[in-house]
């Protein structure tokens, strides 16, 4: 072996010196790069885009991982390939964390900027900086984290969602939206978060199940002239607090006794409000027998409060009500929010002790209240479930206040939501109608094709349904399927999809829709749109989007005319309700802006949803509405995306919006694929998250692992049907040990490694946990340095980095520039199973990334590289190879193979083993295999293998081979022969299987590491050797039956064996099988049967011989 073809490759692989000069290579050749104008045809993925308000934690590693291994995939493939980066401003999450970390350090905090802007001293600028500050930190951290991950994009094009391109989507987005009558202003109740103070859409509100009580309170019962008449109305509540905005009691009509009271009157505790008792059929009869706890629950007077509480809101809209608010936005009782003044609560003495009072000590007071004057009845434990901030985790509050909302209820959004969806994905749902001209479609029979496929194996998958029910064809070089007539409505259909695109097929007679992936999420999005409400837009912010539109009570002289010409120019749109409301177009109109102001009008104070601008992504950052620079050709070329790579938890909150804006601004879906990948769990089975705490930062696996590492296993982790647990160790910088840390309760209850943590190894020593720096809790330093975390999930990543380098550097060492040169000799055994191999996994590979089977592409490619080439063909030629160009050409031609097929999960090692080859062995194709050269593999073409390189015979009889060298190899073992010692074996056998072991006799003994014996049809059983029996071939070990333990051997295969026999027999015994499944797979259940019988009853000779 030539030392001179490895000295360029280090014995061991070390990804922190290889990832840093890749990435610096990727960068100096622009890799990710895509130009519209490029042929090809399109794929494009825009990435979600990260928060900015912490680094990226590993839930982000899977998903760009994932978003990664497509691209990559893709380019190789020959697609003019976009993957479009950028950040999120993530408005309330970003405010509330800059807040918090201001408060922590002692710096002016946001109360103090709000305080300078009442003062006119430019606050609200101000405190827009300290954010922006922190955005440009983090979003550097984030594109960092990115890069060392290996994701790529194309870097020229990142986007923020409040840059200038972004901006002017959003202002035009809200501009057409205002215009179109799909924006307006009402006065409803929100979701209010108390500690951001600001209102929150309907999903952003996270139940949560919580341990609380229901109180039964008596309000006394007056007579006309307000006297009390002893008699007792007795309500009901999760919330004595809100009692304090009581307008009215409510009693079901049908309730007997209960019934008799509505009409009468009842004088409100501590308020002394005498309220109506109403009758309205929502109240629930109490019923301690029913099997509904909320009848359990009941008293049959509910206290209605149509400000904090939207079920109370609609019975107080149902009966004209009066809506009393009396609660401050921090949520504390108070009287300066929609008290009537004519109660005069500053005068009234029980009032007065709760004003002030936070929420949660209000209703302990007032509970005492009730309780010190014999007014509570009973109190009993309820457990149930409280809407809480998915950003503060505090529970939201109800609460009354004017809001901007999009009309997602028209048909124009929701309703053509539902529309886009592929059909054989939507469920059935009877009166659901979202426009005369497009009604809601059910499901269609399915139709579905696959370039090529084994039809025998998709048979047996299909075993579970009735044969008739479907029927296998092909045309050209297709394998199709379909569904046959009259049973297109007694097959689950969304089932029967998920389980054809399992198997690499795709629809055919789908309408354009678009496709979720697993396809049950399909009915998430689906029961979203048909059950949506409109959508509250306007936060109580700073940071974000500043809603562009100015108001005041009337209009009129000259600012109105021009207000007028303005609108036929399309500066401006004027709504004219109660309110006059100005939306300027462009926020570079200054002209407009100042002549408004100068008029009075003031611009509303909130900022848009982060979910508005996020809804945009997918055209803003492409350069809607008008592409120009480097933006131009992007839009036209790129969108509709290819996929979404994305959560479950945001198909309602991004999905969704997406769909309805691309739709309605651009008459086209926004991708045509949704991907939902797995959620990352910690050690304790909790979603790992930035807010939470419990994030590891994708850079600590990279610095334990390695980059290809961490996404070789994100990648095998990724099936589509469950969620991956990532236990968490600690690694500690004072001696490098590794453990597992101490853990304290977090925010929202979450489990979270204690901010400070003790050395194992030294107990006087310290050290930060990754929460303590993100929630702020304790700071790093030189004597208490942040410890990493890592986690043992990731060997295997690591170990098959490890393998492909060396299996590498080896294949270097017996290869050079002249390998490639003359014509290819002749074949052997194992250069055409090994090609064979390649072109089938090739193939598998291919379909399953097509697939979205990130696990199963996993698989394949590691069952590949590891088990057949270097487990096996390595091994193989390992004696001739030095000396057999032929070879040489093939070693060549599979690891060039391996390193394109393997690049999209683990380019950082693939890319500098390709380089090696390249300084080699510049030319690698074969005959049927096309391996175009390139300098770089990112740019490198997916490997091609032609029909011709597919060898049936060569693969078959390999396995053969496999299985006479496994069983030696196995007999050695129990009989704890050494390693390097040579055994002496003997074959038995007949007819073609005499042929093949005789044929390939040289290679058997080669990879047993073994010698020469009888081979024949009558070769006998030494005395002293150990036997197996594979089929027709019987394998003799001389000299080294160690007898128990080739008893033992035996006893555990004759069980295996009747084990088998007596499925197969049980399997023919089936009459449903027998009868409904393909003849060609009860033939070949008989088949296995009659072989295990065989090979059982010469199993037991052997057995029997023993004595």
């Known amino acids: 072996m030539s030392s001179s073809t490895t000295a360029q490759l280090p014995p061991a692989y070390n990804p922190a010196d290889v990832e840093k000069s890749i990435t610096a290579r990727w960068a100096s050749a622009r890799a990710g790069h895509a130009e519209p104008g490029e042929p090809g045809p399109a794929y494009s993925v825009v990435i979600p885009p990260p928060n900015v308000t912490a680094a990226l934690h590993l839930g982000h590693a899977l998903n760009n991982t994932l978003q990664d291994v497509l691209v990559r995939f893709h380019r190789m493939m020959g697609f003019n390939t976009l993957w479009m980066p950028g950040t999120d401003h993530a408005g309330i999450a970003t405010q509330t964390v800059v807040d918090k970390r201001l408060q922590q350090s002692g710096e002016p905090a946001l109360k103090d900027y709000k305080r300078q802007e009442l003062e006119g001293r430019g606050g609200r600028e101000a405190f827009i900086g300290k954010v922006q500050a922190w955005k440009d930190e983090y979003e550097e951290r984030i594109t960092e984290q990115l890069r060392e991950m290996g994701c790529s994009c194309d870097w020229d094009r990142q986007r923020f969602t409040m840059d200038p391109v972004c901006a002017k989507a959003v202002r035009e987005a809200f501009f057409r939206l205002f215009r179109d009558g799909l924006i307006y202003r009402g006065k409803r109740l929100v979701n209010w978060d108390p500690v951001s103070q600001t209102a929150l859409a309907d999903d952003e509100v996270e139940m949560q199940e919580v341990d609380g009580n229901f109180w039964y309170m008596k309000y006394p019962v007056v007579d006309d002239a307000g006297h009390e008449t002893g008699e007792y109305a007795t309500v009901a509540t999760t919330r004595p607090e809100t009692m304090l905005g009581d307008t009215a009691v409510a009693v079901n009509p049908n309730d007997g006794p209960r019934a008799a009271m509505i009409g009468r009157k009842v004088r409100l505790p501590i308020v002394g409000r005498v309220i109506p008792i109403i009758a309205d059929d929502y109240v629930v009869i109490p019923d301690e027998e029913s099997d509904d706890s909320k009848a359990r629950m009941a008293s049959g007077f509910l206290k209605v409060t149509p400000a904090h509480d939207p079920n109370d809101w609609e019975i107080g809209q149902r009966h004209g009500l009066d809506v009393i608010n009396v609660m401050a936005p921090d949520a504390s009782i108070s009287i300066e929010h929609g008290w009537p003044a004519e109660e005069k609560p500053g005068e009234n003495e029980d009032l007065k002790p709760l004003i002030g009072l936070s929420r949660e000590a209000a209703r302990k007071a007032i509970v005492r209240w009730f309780k010190e004057r014999d007014l509570l009845a009973e109190v009993k434990p309820y457990r149930h479930a409280v809407g809480h901030s998915y950003r503060s985790h505090v529970p939201v509050e109800p609460y009354l206040s004017d809001q901007w909302y999009v009309k997602v209820t028209a048909p124009e959004l929701a309703g053509r939501a539902l529309q886009a969806m592929d059909p054989a994905q939507r469920c059935a749902s009877e009166g659901v109608v979202w426009s005369e001209d497009h009604p809601f479609e059910t499901p269609v029979a399915g139709t579905w094709r696959k370039a090529t496929g084994d039809a025998d194996a998709l048979e047996t998958s299909l075993s579970q349904y009735p044969h008739e029910a479907y029927s296998i064809g092909s045309e050209g070089e297709d394998l199709v399927v379909r569904i046959n007539p009259g049973w297109e409505d007694r097959l689950e259909i969304n089932e029967l999809n998920e389980l054809m695109e399992q198997q690499g097929f795709e629809r055919s007679d789908r309408a354009t829709g678009m ?362 030629v390992k004696p001739t190879v030095k000396e057999n160009v032929t070879q040489q050409r093939v070693l060549a031609a599979c690891f060039d193979a391996s390193l394109r097929l393997l690049h999209p999960s683990m380019p950082f090692v693939t890319e500098r083993l390709f380089e090696a080859l390249n300084d080699v062995v510049p030319e690698r194709s074969l005959p049927g295999v096309a391996l175009p050269s390139g300098e770089l593999l990112a740019r490198a073409a997916w490997p091609e293998f032609d029909a011709s390189v597919k060898d049936e015979g060569a693969e078959g009889a390999f396995e053969v081979v496999r299985s006479v060298v496994g069983s030696i190899r196995e007999m050695r073992t129990a009989n704890k022969v050494p390693p390097r010692e040579v055994t002496r074996v003997s074959l038995r056998a007949s007819g073609d299987e005499l042929a093949l072991v005789t044929d390939h006799l040289g290679l058997i003994l080669g990879l047993a590491n073994s010698e020469a014996g009888d081979v024949g049809a009558g070769v006998a059983r030494p005395g002293d050797a150990a036997s197996a029996v594979l089929g027709g071939i019987e394998v003799y070990v001389h000299g080294v039956l160690d007898v128990e333990a080739e008893r033992a051997r035996l006893s555990k295969r004759v069980d295996d064996l009747t084990k088998q026999v007596g499925n197969f027999k049980g399997r023919l015994s089936n009459e449903k099988y027998v009868n409904n499944a393909p003849e060609k797979l009860v033939q070949e259940t008989r088949d296995q049967l009659a072989a295990a019988e065989a090979e059982l009853a010469k199993v037991r000779e052997q057995f029997e011989a023993l004595g």
């Open 515 to 876: 496709r979720f992936h697993p396809a049950r999420y399909a009915k998430t999005f689906q029961t979203w749109h048909e059950n949506i409400r409109d959508w509250c837009i306007s936060r109580q912010l700073w940071w974000g989007h500043r809603i562009p539109v100015w108001s005041r009570e009337t209009v009129d002289g000259s600012i109105d005319e021009r207000l007028k010409a303005w609108e036929a120019e399309g500066r401006v749109y004027v709504n004219r309700d109660a309110v006059v409301y100005v939306c300027v177009h462009r926020e570079d109109d200054d002209e407009v802006v100042k002549a408004i102001e100068a008029a009075g009008f003031e611009r509303d104070p909130d900022v848009l949803d982060t979910w508005f601008s996020s809804a945009l992504w997918p055209m803003s950052t492409m350069g809607w509405p008008e592409p120009e620079g480097d933006t131009a050709g992007l839009l036209e070329r790129y969108n509709p995306t290819s996929v979404l790579c994305t959560a479950r938890e945001i198909i309602t909150l991004w999905v969704s919006r997406m769909v309805m804006f691309n739709l309605y601004f651009l008459g086209r879906l926004p991708f045509d694929d949704v991907f939902i990948h797995a959620m990352i769990q910690d050690g304790h089975g909790q979603k790992m998250s930035k807010s939470l705490g419990n994030g590891v930062d994708p850079m600590d696996i990279i610095h334990s692992h390695g980059a290809d590492a961490m996404r070789y296993t994100l990648t095998a982790m990724t099936t589509q049907t469950q969620d991956v647990r990532m236990p968490v160790d600690m690694v500690d910088p004072h001696s490098g040990e590794t453990f597992t840390p101490k853990y304290v309760t977090g925010p929202g209850g979450v489990k979270v490694a204690a901010p400070e943590q003790e050395s194992p190894a030294d107990k006087s020593k310290k050290m930060v946990s990754s929460y303590g720096v993100a929630s702020g809790k304790a700071s790093p330093s030189d004597a208490m340095p942040l410890a990493r975390n890592t986690s043992e999930k990731f060997d295997i990543g690591q170990r098959f980095s490890n393998k492909l380098w060396n299996a590498c550097r080896f294949a270097l060492g017996y290869l050079h520039a002249t390998t490639t040169e003359g014509e290819l000799g002749e074949l052997g055994l194992a250069d055409r199973w090994i090609l064979s191999r390649f072109a089938r996994a090739t193939q598998t590979a291919t379909a399953q990334l097509r697939a979205y089977e990130f696990a199963p592409y996993a698989t394949t490619l590691y069952d590949l590289v590891w088990r057949d080439l270097c487990d096996w063909y390595i091994e193989a």
